[in-house]
């Protein structure tokens, strides 16, 4: 059952085409993102960030649309996943292409967190731990602890990293797309378990519906602005760890706001390279990501799951 | 033993001080690996993947991942216990408190408990210390030998592994058990009794005592409410009975959802045919907590209701609990009805056994009473 994206809000931005379908994502590829010895290249990565943009927005001016969409007052968060250290988590030319992004729209650096559970865990990925104003900031919830509030929705009941609830005025969810042993797939909808303090909690019965509950939350709903699946290397087996045998460069960025969308091209992408290289299906390998279907069902209604009807724009 | 109430006051004052209980944030912290102690009862799968064996939940776990009850972590395919000698919490109760009314009456239980648990109780009481992970709380640290000292030194008759679920520090327990063994000090396990028949199998031969929460006789309330399931918890429970440790069962009845007469009958049935007429159970008092805010209050009459029940079914020994001053707080003679040992809450108001025997008809009294 496809769900309904009406609960969505509808994207205004001034001087352009107004973003109604809420289900667009924009899959962007290109193989020059990396030079001969397949490391990323840092200027290619930010052109085709501001490809996917442009063509999710559907301008031609990358930055006016950061400008819309993130305001000076604003304190973004960018929520990366970075627990399996240098190998799988979301790539720092990922982030410095957003965070350059952000300051060209008059973001000013003290309001700009790169942020996970923990600062071990952004240190393992490579990141360095910044906690000074006069810097864009890095670290994790340990940081600045949990909510003091128990947060309920369906069958989860959790507290909530202060960076999203105390910190942030917005979100730009940036996870990366890999296997994983227990739920079948981690990209969009998953990458916030780091916000929770119970994670272990809910991963039980394929994480479903717990991973939809979690965004149900409207901390997580109504401040998440931007999704970016960071897709230039994935895993398409022995996830969530980093098993460099199953990685591969699928050099993308998939941009959208409609987290069951991304998801559904996540789980394809991640299926088909499972067939390629004959390996089961997910459901066959017991592990099918049914929360994406319970995601979009009318109860949480966080997006589309239905393929034929995801406004897909590859580029 | 007695002991002053300025001494007690004066042993167990640094642990009052201790007690996290007060702390209502969680303070993320990161928490210290001097104490990182690899896991019991676990195998290594391929690709640095390990199975906990430990609970019946049998958690597969990948490289960097936590088992579900989020204290027990794989790091590149060993398998660690994050809170061996890491409790949250450590205070002096009375015995009662666990309740054990037929273990060492009006004696002090040393009581520790590290964060986590494997089940999520929709109406857990200490769900700030048994739902969040060792970083998230400032932790003690406390090896066994030390535990055994402040034991000793606030003259507890035993530790008690309690307020959280022990089975998820289950070396700890163990390693405090033996040590305590060594020195005189007698250990009780206050348990959901959710764990696989080899670790219980290994505690109960250095435990003198456990109290089971039965939480329910149906596997849906285990299901919706608990996360956890029946079958296991009944299966703990016959494990104990064969290995003859004393055991009491506590039954909280939860208004509309484990208080119908048929199911308190079946369980108590049960109890008898398989565990044996002297097994203690307690009906205890249910108030809205955590998840489950929803609801009253249990009413008075059906805890006495349910004690009914029990004592029709052929349990020697029924009481109603978190109502201090109920009469069914008190242990009576099954034969003659003597009124035995006489509490108001976890006081011991008198108690006229003799040995253990009634002092009226003489019968034997089961419990570890010496």
């Known amino acids: 059952m496809a769900g309904s994206a009406a609960c969505l809000p509808t994207m205004h ?8 379908s809420a289900s667009r994502i924009v899959n962007a590829r290109h193989e020059n993102v990396r030079n001969a010895q397949g490391s990323l290249n840092s200027d290619a990565v930010y052109s085709l960030l501001n490809r996917a943009m442009e063509n999710f927005f559907e301008t031609s001016s990358a930055q006016r649309i950061w400008g819309r969409l993130f305001k000076p007052a604003d304190t973004v968060g960018i929520k990366i996943n970075c627990l399996a250290g240098k190998g799988i988590s979301t790539s720092h030319e ?8 952000l300051l060209e729209c008059g973001i000013s650096k003290d309001r700009i967190i790169v942020w996970d559970r923990a600062n071990v865990d952004l240190e393992k990925a490579g ?9 864009v900031r890095y670290f994790g919830t340990d940081h600045v602890g949990y909510s003091r509030r128990l947060y309920e929705s369906g069958q989860i009941g959790s507290f909530l990293s202060n960076i999203l609830v105390k910190e942030c005025t917005a979100i730009i969810n940036v996870p990366i797309l890999k296997d994983h042993g227990i739920v079948g797939i981690t990209n969009a909808l998953k990458n916030f378990f780091g916000a929770i303090h119970n994670p272990n909690k809910y991963h039980s019965h394929l994480g ?15 401040k998440t602005r931007l999704t970016v699946c960071d897709a230039l290397t994935c895993q398409y087996e022995g996830g969530p760890p980093f098993m460099p045998q199953w990685t591969w460069h699928y050099n993308g960025i998939i941009v959208g706001r409609d987290m069951v969308a991304l998801d559904t091209l996540g789980w394809k992408i991640i299926e088909d390279k499972r067939k390629e290289n004959g390996l089961a299906s997910l459901k066959e390998a017991g592990r099918e990501p049914t929360y994406i279907h319970t995601a979009a069902d009318p109860l949480h209604s966080l997006g589309i799951h239905d393929l034929s009807k995801i406004d897909l724009i590859s580029v | 033993m007695i002991i002053s109430r300025r001494k007690f006051m004066k042993d167990t004052a640094l642990l009052c001080s201790l007690s996290p209980f007060a702390q209502s944030a969680l303070s993320a912290s990161a928490h210290s690996d001097d104490f990182l102690t690899e896991a019991r009862y676990y195998e290594k799968l391929p690709h640095r993947k390990i199975k906990c064996n430990l609970c019946p939940r049998h958690c597969v776990i990948d490289d960097q991942e936590r088992g579900y009850c989020g204290v027990r972590e794989n790091r590149d395919g060993i398998y660690y216990t994050l809170v061996h000698s890491r409790p949250c919490t450590a205070h002096v109760d009375p015995i009662e408190k666990k309740p ?41 640290e406390l090896p066994p030998e030390k535990i055994v000292r402040l034991a000793q030194k606030s003259h507890s008759r035993a530790i008690a592994y309690t307020y959280t679920e022990p089975v998820i520090f289950t070396e700890y327990m163990y390693d405090c058990a033996i040590c305590g063994n060594e020195n005189g000090i007698k250990s009780v396990m206050i348990s959901n009794g959710y764990i696989c028949e080899t670790p219980m199998r290994d505690l109960v ?19 919706d409410l608990v996360a956890g399931e029946l079958k296991p918890v009944l299966d703990t429970l016959v494990l104990l009975k064969e290995m003859n440790v004393w055991t009491e069962i506590v039954y909280l009845i939860i208004p509309t959802h484990n208080d119908s007469p048929n199911e308190l009958k079946d369980m108590c049935r049960w109890i008898v045919r398989n565990l044996g007429a002297d097994v203690p159970i307690h009906f205890t008092r249910f108030y809205p907590q955590y998840r489950m805010k929803n609801l009253p209050p249990t009413p008075v009459s059906t805890l006495v209701n349910a004690r009914k029940i029990a004592l029709e079914a052929g349990l020697n020994y029924a009481y109603v609990g978190n109502i201090p001053g109920h009469p069914g707080e008190s242990t009576m003679c099954p034969n003659c009805n003597e009124v035995l040992i006489r509490r108001a809450g976890y006081s011991i108001i008198e108690n006229n056994m003799v040995d253990t025997k009634c002092p009226k008809c ?9």
């Open chain 1, 13 to 20: 931005i001034s001087g352009e085409k107004t973003i109604s």
């Open chain 1, 94 to 101: 990922v982030v410095d292409a957003i965070i350059e992004n």
């Open chain 1, 127 to 135: 990141y360095h731990v910044k906690t000074s104003t006069r810097n």
């Open chain 1, 208 to 222: 479903d519906p717990y991973i939809a509950d979690v965004n149900v939350l409207s901390e997580i709903r109504n």
């Open chain 2, 100 to 140: 054990l009314f037929h273990f060492h009456p009006g004696s002090l239980a040393f009581s520790i408990a590290t964060v986590g648990c494997n089940v999520e109780c929709k109406f857990c009481q200490n769900w700030q210390i048994s739902q969040i992970r060792p970083e998230q709380i400032d932790n003690l």
């Open chain 2, 205 to 223: 031969k250095v435990l003198h005592a456990v109290k089971i929460d039965l939480k329910a006789f149906t596997e849906k309330f285990y299901r």
């Open chain 2, 362 to 370: 003489d019968t034997l009294i089961a419990g570890v009473w010496k």
